[in-house]
């Protein structure tokens, strides 16, 4: 801490309220500093998923080829609460160690803020990242629909419809091979298991939707463990240091 040296022993050795406050300082202070390096290392694992997700070269790719956004514009939501997470928490740190009343303020309320976009981040990437979400899965079935009418007419959109049925195991959108027969489409090969030879039993919207939930898990999961835990805590320590600190002035 800045301005003030710290001796445990003789304050104890003091016995006056001064002592007792000065424990208190030494304490709070450190507890939000480890707590605050937490919540740093928390958003910056975070953020980096959320890059990977956005420059993974496999769905980089496809994203590109069937014009489909979402999830992507879904993931930004949390790239951005979890960026804001990381300079918010280097703010907190630097007001902690400085004795910063007026920056612990100042921290607190960025975080209430942040806390809101952490928790709408959470809440978009769950409503366009897991198989149970309709809106994803309706969403799905019609570009893959539409890259289905396009199959004898569109090479590029052929193409990426084949790396994702191999790639993710599928067939079709929502109603598999008969996607491609009520199209008038022959049944492609990658619609079939490559070891048995049988049809894919899954379309490729539904079975998308699960292949993305690994990251939406990770991504959802950390957003509401800031919010839930790490952050109220934090909230809860910058008011007590920020209430020694008056004390000590």
Not at 8 to 13: I, M, N, Y
Not at 21 to 41: H, I, Q, R
Not at 98 to 117: K, N, P
């Amino acid at each position: 801490m800045s301005g003030r040296n710290y001796d445990p022993v003789k304050a104890a050795d003091r016995g006056d309220h001064g002592a007792d406050v000065e424990d208190e300082l030494y304490k709070k202070t450190w507890s939000l500093g480890v707590v605050s390096v937490v919540s740093l290392l928390v958003a910056l694992a975070n953020f980096s998923i959320c890059i990977w997700i956005r420059f993974d070269l496999d769905f980089w790719e496809w994203v590109i080829e069937i014009q489909w956004y979402t999830y992507w514009n879904a993931m930004y939501v949390v790239l951005f609460a979890m960026l804001f997470h990381a300079i918010n928490a280097g703010v907190t740190l630097y007001a902690t160690f400085t004795e910063s009343r007026t920056l612990l303020l100042v921290s607190a309320w960025a975080r209430l803020f942040i806390w809101f976009l952490t928790l709408a981040g959470a809440i978009v990437i769950c409503m366009y990242g897991v198989e149970e979400s309709d809106m994803l899965v309706k969403e799905l079935n019609d570009v893959f629909m539409s890259l289905i009418h396009r199959w004898d007419t569109d090479e590029r959109a052929s193409r990426v419809m084949v790396q994702i049925q191999e790639y993710v195991g599928c067939c079709g959108a929502n109603g598999n091979r008969d996607d491609y027969i009520n199209a008038h489409k022959p049944v492609p090969v990658s619609c079939r298991h490559p070891v048995t030879g049988n049809c894919y039993g899954w379309g490729c919207g539904q079975t998308l939707a699960y292949w993305l939930e690994p990251w939406t898990c990770c991504l959802a999961g950390m957003s509401l463990g800031l919010c839930g835990i790490v952050d109220p805590y934090i909230w809860y320590l910058t008011h007590r240091l920020r209430t020694v600190l008056a004390l000590m002035d």
